[in-house]
């Protein structure tokens, strides 16, 4: 693993440019705290795959070494890159990942601290390094995890890369080693990418990439390398069980978080609430509440999500499918009710009509029997419900007779009596 070479031609150009960054640094810098001359580092690299180790010494005495602490401050910028990394280390070494990168721009320089006071007493000029890596022919390199298990990488062939290579893809995760399941080619059957299924990723551990680059015609071999947190990159599914109600006279918007391969708190979500003709919305909570004001005839609620706070990443998912809020549904309400009160009213009035037409309301406003008096009516002897029946039946006939003309009646009356008769009512009136 530690295969270590010194590169010579790099501690040469870094004397050179030591030297001339020394005194330029000592006319820009008198005023500087106790910046000494003499005081001098010497800087080196050597490959550690999958980086470089940046390395350096000064020329302290021993007594300077013993009577002070001493730190150094290592500054790098990679190439056509506009971040620069400043770190101020104990150690006299630095292991820097490339990431891709052609190359990086470093300088350091020492600095001697009182032990009690931890002030500056002296320090030295800046030694600058460059280090220029061997040619990188993939650019725009990105990488993906997404639907949990799913994992992409898709990377550019810059157009000065030779036309005989071909490009390989591996990584390892917790501890293991893994070969691409599915290249992704370009026209000219170069892979451009790799898509992989069922992986499972230890959110926190890192994933060590491996890009080689091959020359089919020498066999030459170049690898590439990138390191990075499976959380960092992940994109989450849409946010689930998006529901739209009517609450307080506004409409709430309520969802769930995805599932997520790395921390799943409450608190590491950010959302975006994008309703039609609306602004987007940051949302922090689970839902959202939208101010009922007459929205357009029919408008849609979605929904995004991307960790923001647990986790930098800046990957936001897609967004979720539609949730109508239907303007109808919630005005609905009051005009349901509406309609249902008239119904009411005019069923109403239907009833009263037909009650009226059959007297129904007679009955009704008729006085009802007292209960006890008509239990004991019917708990007497069978005779008294036949007196019953016979007195209905006589009230009957009188009011039929009231009703005609009495001449007519007369007869009718002794027909109906002889009815009464064969149909045995009289045997009743004689008991
Ligand atoms: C350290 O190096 C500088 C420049 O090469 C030199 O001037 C100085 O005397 C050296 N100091 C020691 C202690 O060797
Ligand atoms: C990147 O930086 C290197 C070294 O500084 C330079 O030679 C090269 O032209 C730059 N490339 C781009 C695309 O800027
Ligand atoms: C690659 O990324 C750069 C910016 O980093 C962009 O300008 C360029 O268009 C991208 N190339 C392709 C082929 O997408
Ligand atoms: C997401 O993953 C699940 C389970 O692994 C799978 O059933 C589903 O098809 C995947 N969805 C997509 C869009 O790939
Ligand atoms: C991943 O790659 C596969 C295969 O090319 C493609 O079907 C899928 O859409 C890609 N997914 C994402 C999120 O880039
Ligand atoms: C990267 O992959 C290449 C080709 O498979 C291999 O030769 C090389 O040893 C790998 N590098 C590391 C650090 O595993
Ligand atoms: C091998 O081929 C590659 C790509 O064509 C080229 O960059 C490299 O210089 C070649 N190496 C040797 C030793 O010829
Ligand atoms: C989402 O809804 C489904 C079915 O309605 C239910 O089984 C599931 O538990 C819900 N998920 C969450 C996170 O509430
Ligand atoms: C409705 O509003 C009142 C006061 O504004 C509040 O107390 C109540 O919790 C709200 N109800 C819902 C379901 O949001
Ligand atoms: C929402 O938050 C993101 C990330 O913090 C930010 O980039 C964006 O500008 C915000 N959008 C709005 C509308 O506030």
Known sequence: MAHVTVIPIMLIISFFQCKTLFSSSLASEQQDVGDAPELHNTVWISKHEPGVILSWNNNLTKEETEKYTVKYILSYKFFNTTHENEERLQKKKKRINLNLHSGFNAKVKTQLFA???DDVIKESGWTAFTYKAPPVYIQNFSCIIYNISFFNCTWYIKAEAPEDIQIFFSYRHIGKDFDCQ?????????????????????????????????????????????????????????????????????????????PTIGSASSKCFLYEVKITDRKIVNVTGEKYEYPFHKPARKCAAQVRVKKEKCIRNKIWSEWSEPVFIDHEKTVDVILLSLTLFCLLIFLGGLLIRACKRYQCLEVITMPVPHPSDN????????????????????????SDA?????????????????????SGLEDLQGQ
């Open 402 to 422: 009231t009703m005609g003309t009495p001449e007519e009646n007369r007869d009718e009356n002794i027909q109906q009596q002889k009815c009464l008769k064969e």
């Open 375 to 398: 239990i004991k009516t019917w708990l007497a002897a069978d005779d008294t419900t036949r007196y019953w029946n016979q007195m209905s039946v006589q009230r009957e006939m009188y």
């Open 182 to 258: 599915q290249y992704i080619k370009n026209a000219r059957k170069k892979n451009i990418g790799c898509h992989m299924k069922e992986i499972y990723f230890q959110p926190s551990r890192k994933i060590n990439l491996n890009i080689t680059v091959r020359g089919m015609k020498n066999n030459s071999r170049l690898s590439y390398y990138k390191i990075f947190t499976p959380q960092t990159i992940e994109k989450l599914n849409p946010p689930i069980n998006i529901s739209v109600s009517l609450e307080n006279r506004s409409i709430q918007i309520h969802w769930k978080p995805p």
């Open 115 to 117: 032990k009690e006071t």
